[in-house]
C-alpha cells in the first residue's frame, strides 16, 4: 500500500491558514465547539449554584458527584483548547480530549440515573426543587448525555475539522481560549470553595445537607 | 472526603492552565476519575444492594 492512501481525506481549501488567511469554517467551528462544549457545561454548575446560592438548597452527595464529572467532562475540551493557544493542535491531543470527555461524560449519567432511580418510585416527592418539572438530577442526566453524543460527535468528524490550525488565523479564537479557561478555573475554584463550606472538617456529609457545616464547626 | 475530590480537580485544571507536560497531567486526570467513581460506590452499595459502609 503506499503512503499515500494512508493520508486522511482533508476537506476542500485546507492550504495552512497563513496561506489562505483564515481557516475555513468547519475548522474554526471545531474549536468554537470545545469552547461551547466547556461553557456548557460551567453553564449546567451556575444553574445548580443558583438553586443553592439562591434558593437555599443544599446538594446532596450525589449531587456533588454530579457537579465533579462535569467538570472532569469539561478537562478535555479545556486541554485542547490550552494547546492551541501554543499553535497547532495534533490530532493526537483533539482525540484524547474528547476521548476524555466522552468517558467523564458517561460517568456521570451513570450517577444521575442511580439518582433519578432512588426517587422514581411514587410517593417519592424527589430531593430538592425541580425545573420545569424535572428535577436537577434529571436535568444533569440529559446534559450528561448530550455532552458524551457532542463529544463523540466531535471524535468522529476529526477529518472534518482538521488540520487543526484555526486558533493560529483567528484571534477572536486566541482571545476566547482565555475566556473560556478563566470561566472553568473560576468554577472549579468556586466548587472546591462550596464543597468545603458544605462539610467543614468533617470526612462524611450528611445525605441531606441542612445547612453549612462549615459554619457550624466554627461556632458561627 | 468530597473536599479532597474538589481539590484534585482543582489540580487537573491548573494541570491545563499551566500547560503540564503529559506525564503529570495523565496520571493526575486518572486518579481523579478513579477516586471520583470509588465515591460513588458507596451510594450504589448501600442504595442497590443495601450495605451500609
Given at each position: 500500500?503506499?503512503?499515500?492512501?494512508?493520508?486522511?481525506?482533508?476537506?476542500?481549501?485546507?492550504a495552512?491558514?497563513?496561506?489562505?488567511?483564515?481557516?475555513?469554517l468547519?475548522?474554526?467551528?471545531?474549536?468554537?465547539?470545545?469552547h461551547?462544549y466547556?461553557?456548557?457545561?460551567?453553564?449546567?454548575?451556575?444553574?445548580?449554584?443558583f438553586?443553592?446560592?439562591?434558593?437555599?438548597?443544599?446538594?446532596?452527595?450525589?449531587?456533588?458527584?454530579?457537579r465533579?464529572?462535569?467538570?472532569?467532562?469539561?478537562l478535555g475540551?479545556?486541554?485542547?483548547?490550552?494547546?492551541?493557544?501554543?499553535?497547532?493542535?495534533?490530532?493526537?491531543e483533539?482525540?484524547g480530549?474528547?476521548?476524555?470527555?466522552?468517558v467523564?461524560?458517561?460517568?456521570g449519567?451513570?450517577?444521575?440515573?442511580?439518582?433519578?432511580?432512588?426517587?422514581i418510585v411514587?410517593?417519592?416527592p424527589g430531593?430538592?426543587?425541580a425545573?420545569?418539572?424535572?428535577?436537577l438530577?434529571?436535568?444533569?442526566?440529559?446534559?450528561?448525555?448530550?455532552?458524551?453524543l457532542?463529544?463523540?460527535?466531535?471524535?468522529?468528524?476529526?477529518s472534518?475539522v482538521e488540520?487543526?490550525?484555526a486558533?493560529?488565523?483567528?484571534p477572536?479564537?486566541?482571545?476566547?481560549?482565555?475566556?473560556?479557561l478563566?470561566?472553568l478555573f473560576?468554577?472549579?475554584?468556586?466548587?472546591l470553595?462550596?464543597c468545603?463550606?458544605?462539610?467543614?472538617?468533617?470526612?462524611?456529609?450528611?445525605?441531606?445537607?441542612?445547612?453549612?457545616?462549615?459554619?457550624?464547626?466554627?461556632?458561627? | 472526603?468530597y473536599?479532597?475530590?474538589f481539590?484534585?480537580?482543582?489540580?487537573?485544571?491548573?494541570a491545563v492552565?499551566?500547560?503540564?507536560?503529559?506525564?503529570?497531567?495523565?496520571?493526575?486526570?486518572t486518579a481523579?476519575?478513579?477516586?471520583s467513581?470509588?465515591?460513588?460506590l458507596?451510594?450504589?452499595?448501600?442504595?442497590?444492594?443495601?450495605?451500609?459502609l
Amino acid at each position: 500500500m503506499s503512503s499515500t492512501t494512508l493520508t486522511p481525506a482533508r476537506p476542500s481549501g485546507s492550504a495552512g491558514p497563513a496561506a489562505s488567511g483564515a481557516a475555513p469554517l468547519p475548522r474554526r467551528l471545531g474549536m468554537w465547539f470545545a469552547h461551547a462544549y466547556v461553557v456548557g457545561l460551567c453553564g449546567t454548575l451556575a444553574g445548580a449554584y443558583f438553586f443553592q446560592f439562591g434558593l437555599w438548597e443544599y446538594p446532596c452527595p450525589m449531587c456533588l458527584l454530579q457537579r465533579m464529572f462535569f467538570l472532569l467532562s469539561a478537562l478535555g475540551p479545556a486541554w485542547i483548547i490550552a494547546r492551541s493557544r501554543t499553535g497547532a493542535v495534533t490530532s493526537r491531543e483533539w482525540a484524547g480530549g474528547w476521548g476524555w470527555a466522552v468517558v467523564a461524560a458517561l460517568l456521570g449519567s451513570t450517577v444521575s440515573a442511580a439518582q433519578v432511580l432512588m426517587h422514581i418510585v411514587p410517593p417519592d416527592p424527589g430531593y430538592a426543587g425541580a425545573l420545569f418539572g424535572l428535577h436537577l438530577y434529571t436535568w444533569a442526566l440529559i446534559a450528561f448525555l448530550a455532552a458524551a453524543l457532542g463529544a463523540g460527535a466531535a471524535l468522529f468528524l476529526t477529518s472534518w475539522v482538521e488540520p487543526l490550525d484555526a486558533p493560529a488565523a483567528s484571534p477572536a479564537l486566541r482571545r476566547a481560549a482565555t475566556v473560556t479557561l478563566a470561566v472553568l478555573f473560576v468554577f472549579a475554584a468556586s466548587n472546591l470553595l462550596a464543597c468545603l463550606l458544605l462539610q467543614g472538617f468533617h470526612w462524611q456529609m450528611p445525605g441531606d445537607p441542612t445547612g453549612y457545616q462549615f459554619f457550624t464547626d466554627l461556632g458561627l | 472526603m468530597y473536599t479532597l475530590l474538589f481539590l484534585l480537580i482543582f489540580l487537573c485544571v491548573m494541570a491545563v492552565l499551566q500547560d503540564r507536560p503529559a506525564r503529570i497531567r495523565l496520571p493526575l486526570w486518572t486518579a481523579t476519575l478513579a477516586l471520583s467513581v470509588l465515591a460513588f460506590l458507596p451510594h450504589v452499595l448501600d442504595h442497590t444492594f443495601h450495605i451500609a459502609l
